[in-house]
């Protein structure tokens, strides 16, 4: 092929198509620059296309070339390209005939250098920090004895078993690990994922949803701690609801997600030892409190027991108490026979009182002067009443008279005068019936009044009336003389009898003698009640 080139003479020129000529030179290419490295800074970069390719150009200050990342290599890569980023791609340069452009086919992507990665990191830092997410307002304190850790690492590592132990020794909690690849491709979703499936977790569930997160892992170079500066891990350690402990790499060693933790721990053995207390000195001061407790216990129920004794001295006896109350109680006691047999004796007194005024011969007397009253009111009434109704028959017939030769306009008038004459001398009579029914109703309740107080329900007891000669009652035995003609009044007839010695009747007398004698048989001498 390069004699074709060497030969001067057009004449003798090959003929080639666009085709077989854009292939030679695309083999030609392809066998020249079958592996090169390339350094230069990613231009034109806007992710990934709908196919999976990556479309985007390498340029420095003088030159640019186009690239492409192939879906398959996409995914395996390390480092996600950006714009701005100066890398070292690693690939074999080809051409594409349909624009006669070349390009390099980029299988390995690298940052150019640690200088570039924390570049890298220092760039993204500044615009997660600008959004909040590493502000100390945001960040939450640790609960201090958690029933349920979660533990975000690799589970074949020694991290894991470093915590594990740690927390074997301070206080033994159940403990959660969620596996993942702590470094390589696609480290950091997997991390931000676990922290998100934690926080998703419901309490009560089948998995326990923790009440700490520590994700960890061991020491290494910046390269191999990259996964963790990933952007979506930062964001779910941000986002996280559970308290989360970040435990990345020695204590030198710090990552993005250091500064949206809610704490960060200088080693894994670290995060546990914040994770959870010493058990042991947990159990020595509950000891001690409980020590205090008891001895303050012991002195204050003494202080309150010495107390109540000062207290008591002050307090007199039940003998002096009731002194007293027990004084007025016999007092009392002595002075209820006499207090009865007074107030019985007032009573009596205030019953003879009234009795003396309600008399049979006043009641009947009152009684009489008050059926007096109302028959001579019922004359007033029934005479009023006539002279009425004569007045209004008279003025009716005079007006009937003097208006026979008026208008029946004037003589139906009359007429309804007629009428409401006749309904006034109606409710009149109506009134004056009303008011002698209700005199009749007190005249019966005077009556009897009257009768609950006579004399003769009294007899109807068993008790008689005595009555002397001339009829009059008698009230005192002292007024009667032996042979003293008297009238015994029962309540079904009279009966005559004459006053015998001493008073007393000779039937009664000669009864009484025939009686044998007792100690008892005279009433006066009968003890009194009180």
């Not at 077989?20 to 231009?43: P, W, Y």
């Not at 002075?335 to 019985?344: D, F, I, P, Q, V």
Request: glycine letters at 10%; hydrophobic letters at 40%.
């Amino acid at each position: 092929m390069s004699s074709i080139f060497d030969n001067d003479s057009p004449s003798n020129l090959a003929e080639y198509s666009v085709s077989e000529l854009s292939g030679s030179i695309k083999r030609t290419v392809e066998q020249a620059f079958d592996q090169v490295r390339v350094r230069g800074e990613i231009s034109g970069y806007r992710g990934p296309h709908s196919s999976g390719h990556a479309y985007f150009a390498l340029k420095d200050d003088r030159a640019r070339i186009d690239a492409v990342i192939w879906k398959g290599t996409f995914s395996r890569l390390r480092f996600r390209p950006e714009e701005g980023m100066e890398v070292i791609a690693t690939g074999k340069v080809t051409t594409f005939p349909g624009s006669s452009k070349y390009q390099i086919v980029i299988e390995t992507l690298e940052p150019a250098g640690a200088g570039a990665l924390m570049a890298l990191l220092e760039e993204r830092k500044r615009k997660l920090g600008a959004e909040g997410l590493f502000d100390a307002a945001r960040k939450r304190p640790l609960p201090y004895m958690p029933r349920v850790i979660g533990v975000v690492t690799s589970p074949t590592g020694a991290v894991i078993r470093d915590i594990l132990h740690r927390i074997a020794d301070r206080f033994p909690v159940h403990v959660v690990v969620w596996p993942v690849r702590v470094q390589g491709d696609g480290s950091g979703d997997e991390v931000a994922a676990a922290i998100r499936g934690f926080n998703e977790c419901e309490p009560g569930g089948p998995i326990a949803r923790p009440d700490v997160l520590i994700v960890a892992r061991g020491g290494g170079s910046l390269e191999d701690l990259w996964g963790f500066n990933d952007e979506a891990v930062v964001r779910a350690a941000a986002a996280s609801q559970i308290p989360l402990i970040s435990a990345v790499g020695h204590e030198t060693d710090w990552t993005l997600i250091d500064y949206a933790a809610d704490q960060r721990a200088p080693t894994p053995t670290g995060a546990a030892e914040m994770a959870v207390p010493v058990k042991a000195d947990l159990e020595a001061e509950i000891s001690g409190l409980s020590a205090r407790l008891q001895s303050g216990m012991v002195r204050q129920m003494e202080n309150r027991r010495q107390a109540v004794r000062s207290l008591a001295r002050a307090l007199p006896s039940l003998d002096q108490l009731l002194a007293l109350p027990r004084r007025r109680f016999d007092e009392a006691a002595l002075g209820l026979g006499r207090g009865l047999m007074m107030n019985t004796v007032n009573k009596r007194r205030l019953f003879e009182r009234a009795s003396a005024e309600l008399r049979p011969d006043l009641l009947k007397a009152r009684l009489g002067d008050r059926r007096q009253r109302i028959n001579d009111a019922m004359s007033r009434a029934d005479r009023v009443v006539e002279r009425q109704v004569h007045r209004g028959q008279s003025r009716v017939s005079a007006a009937d008279a003097s208006l026979r030769g008026l208008p029946s306009r004037l003589l139906a008038q009359v007429h309804r005068s007629t009428d409401r004459v006749a309904g006034l001398a109606a409710r009149c009579d109506a009134a004056i019936r009303t008011d002698i029914r209700r005199l009749t109703g007190v005249i019966a309740a005077q009556d009897r009044i009257l009768q609950s107080l006579s004399y003769r329900n009294v007899l109807q007891r068993g008790f008689a009336l005595v009555r002397d000669g001339e009829g009059g009652p008698v009230r005192q035995a002292a007024s009667v003389a032996p042979g003293m003609a008297l009238s015994l009044e029962f309540a079904d007839g009279s009966v005559s009898a004459v006053a015998g010695e001493g008073g007393e009747p000779p039937a009664q007398a000669a009864i009484r003698k025939k009686q044998p004698k007792s100690g008892g048989g005279d009433p006066s001498k009968q003890g009194s009640l009180f």
